[in-house]
Each structure stands twice: as C-alpha cells, then as structure tokens.
C-alpha cells in the first residue's frame, strides 16, 4: 500500500506480549485517543456502506462531544455508497489521508487524493466508491447545520491543500500558520476544519481557553500539548478532544513539523439553554 503523507495506518492488534499501559485518558474535559489504541476490534460498520470501517473518534454525548461527529473512514478496494448521510440537516467535510477516491458531488466527478478536501452542505447529494486497488481512508467531520436569518447556505465545493497557502499566525514569521478551507469572514459557515502547522520548536504560547470545541487529530509529527491542567506526548495518527474553554498550548516537537486537523464550530450566538432541555418560560 502506498505510505500516507499524513499519519500512519490504523489496525492491526498488538501482540499479547505488548504492555498494555499506554497514553490514553478521558476526563471532563478533554480525551486523547492515541493511535495504537484504533485497532481492528474498535471498528464500526456503518449502513449504507460498503466495504467499508470507520473509527468513530467522537460523537455527541453527555460528558463528551456536544457539536460534531468524527470518523476516520476506511474503504475497501470495490467498497463505498450511494447513500452515504442518512441526516438531512447534516453538513460534513472529508479530508483525505490515503488512497484515491471517487466523490460524486452534485453531479459532478471529483478523483481524491491525500490532502483533497470536500465540504458537503446539508442536503447535499453525494456518494464516495474507492475504485482502486488500495484502501482509502479520509476524515468524515458531521455536524448539524445552524440557519442563521439573511445567511443562506454556503456551497458545496472541493478542494486540496496544496491549493490553498497558510495563513501565519501574527509576529510567527510563519512557524505557526493554519490552512484555512474556508474564509473566517464567510458567516455561511457554522464550522472550521482547518490544518494547523507548527515548525520544530515553534510554540501556542498561551493557554488558550475560549468557546470553541475542538477536535484534533494530528496528521504528521509530535508534540507536548497542553490540556487543562496536564501536559500529554502527542504523535501522528492521535486524536484529542478538547471541551468548550478547556485551557490549552503547545510546544512542537520536531525533527519535523507538527500539523493536525483541526474542527472548531464558530459563527453563531451561544444556544441559551442546554441541548435537550426546555427554555425556561
């Protein structure tokens, strides 16, 4: 199979000789799913599709999640759907990790590769086959959308990151930019799925602790990452979640860059009552 630039395959099983203490924690708020941890018998089978595994990395859930979804896909040579959403109200972004596959979005053909990104409005018609003889695997990020009055939503559109230049963060001289898919400024967009590179030894010099959830799964290198009260190892193929104003910084590891996708919703007011529960009269 031909290496991925972005992150070593999952699967497998350890040995029933490996140690089984490794760097996994879940606690109110944030989790760290590393990779040895997605192995075969972690899988979902999900309906519609064919020939096909996903990783679900995170979901709504109390305690959990509270905004997205999160699955890293694999989809076998001939495998894939016709039918691949089963919500209307939901909108999604895949970004492709390995192999090559077919999108059909909105009637037209899109051939994938590593680091081709598509966002997928809600009700959008779309279907994914993975016609080569390798498998594909790609991040498939869902969220239910939020209407927002004058706004209508946005377009459907696909795109690869070499396409897109980084945008360096202020006083970085670059070390520290973010790919940006979609325009800050475009309030269609209720969600981010960016792509943040830190260089060797490049910092988030602050404890950033602000309204946006997150989910990050690190695409090439490592790190130290700050997660509330605790500093974790963190390496490609690992996921963290992080809850709404969980602290968080970083220090890049090197030799080589630190990079990873990065889900955050944005762009509309604060819900004033619980999910679930009923406004108070």
Same mark, same amino acid.
Do not use: I, K
């Given at each position: 199979m031909t290496a991925s630039p972005y992150h070593p395959a999952c699967g497998g099983l350890p040995g029933q000789t490996s140690l089984m203490t490794g760097r996994a924690v879940f606690t109110e708020a944030y989790a760290v799913i590393p990779r040895a941890v997605m192995s075969d018998i972690v899988t979902s089978l999900l309906p519609g599709w064919a020939g096909t595994r996903a990783w679900i990395l995170a979901r709504p859930l109390s305690g959990f999640a509270e905004t997205f979804a999160q699955s890293l896909m694999e989809v076998a040579p001939g495998g894939g759907s016709d039918d691949p959403e089963p919500d209307p109200a939901a909108e999604g972004v895949l970004f492709v990790v390995g192999g090559t596959p077919d999108l059909t979005l909105e009637g037209r053909s899109h051939a994938l590769?590593?680091?081709s990104y598509a966002y997928l409005p809600p009700g959008a018609a779309w279907s994914l086959h993975n016609r080569a003889g390798e498998p594909a695997r790609f991040h498939w990020v869902r969220k239910a959308y939020e209407p927002a009055p004058g706004l209508p939503v946005p377009d459907a559109f696909v795109t690869h990151e070499a396409s897109i230049a980084p945008t360096a963060m202020p006083g970085t001289d670059g070390a520290? /930019?973010?790919?940006?898919? !979609?325009?800050?400024?475009d309030l269609r967009h209720d969600m981010h799925v960016n792509i943040v590179t830190l260089r060797p030894g490049a910092t988030i010099p602050f404890e950033e602790t602000h309204v946006m959830e997150h989910g990050l799964f !690190?695409?090439?290198?490592k790190a130290v990452y700050r997660l509330n009260r605790d500093w974790v190892? !963190?390496? /490609?193929?690992?996921f963290m979640w992080l809850r709404a104003f969980c602290p968080q910084a970083c220090y890049a590891g090197g030799p080589g860059s630190f990079r990873y996708l990065l889900y955050k919703d944005v762009n509309r007011y604060p819900a004033l009552t619980l999910r679930g529960s009923a406004r108070p009269r």
């Open positions: 590769r590593p680091g520290w /930019a973010t790919t940006r898919f !979609v325009s800050p400024e !690190v695409l090439e290198g190892e !963190v390496e /490609a193929g690992d």
